[in-house]
């Protein structure tokens, strides 16, 4: 079975950087695709970016152009680096995989996915 871990949250002030990880274990990571979601405080899950098993990437548009999402499969880990970071990206952010390898166009539903794993919280205040 496999389970995820992310890791690298905390606080930044606005304008800076993280970079999250998320563990794969119990399985090889090679043949899923991963997603990555966020939850701020009473508002709906969001999907952020996914990256297929090939390496193909979607993003969601509040975060194109600042966020990258990557995979090294050696180390059995998917990345998502957060830059210039503003206020409301503060949320618990979570990855996940679905059943398949490739990122669909219903990516950003998190309906669509399988295993998640218990999520790492980025706050973003000066």
């Known amino acids: 079975q496999l389970q995820l871990v992310e890791s690298g949250g905390g606080l930044v002030q606005p304008g800076g950087s993280l970079t999250l990880s998320c563990e794969g274990s119990?399985?090889?990571?090679?043949?899923?695709?991963i997603g990555w979601f966020r939850q701020a405080p009473g508002k709906e899950r969001e999907g952020v970016s996914c990256?297929?098993?090939?390496?193909?990437?979607n993003d969601g548009d509040a975060v194109k152009g600042r966020f990258t999402i990557s995979r090294d499969n050696a180390k059995n880990t998917v990345y998502l680096n957060l830059t210039d970071l503003k206020p409301e990206d503060t949320a618990v952010y979570y990855c996940a995989a679905p059943k398949r390898g490739y990122c669909s166009a219903y990516w950003s539903e998190g309906d669509k996915y399988t295993y998640w794993g218990q999520g790492t919280q980025v706050t973003v205040s000066s």
């Open positions: 990256i297929s098993s090939g390496g193909t990437t």
């Open positions: 119990g399985e090889t990571l090679d043949y899923y695709a």
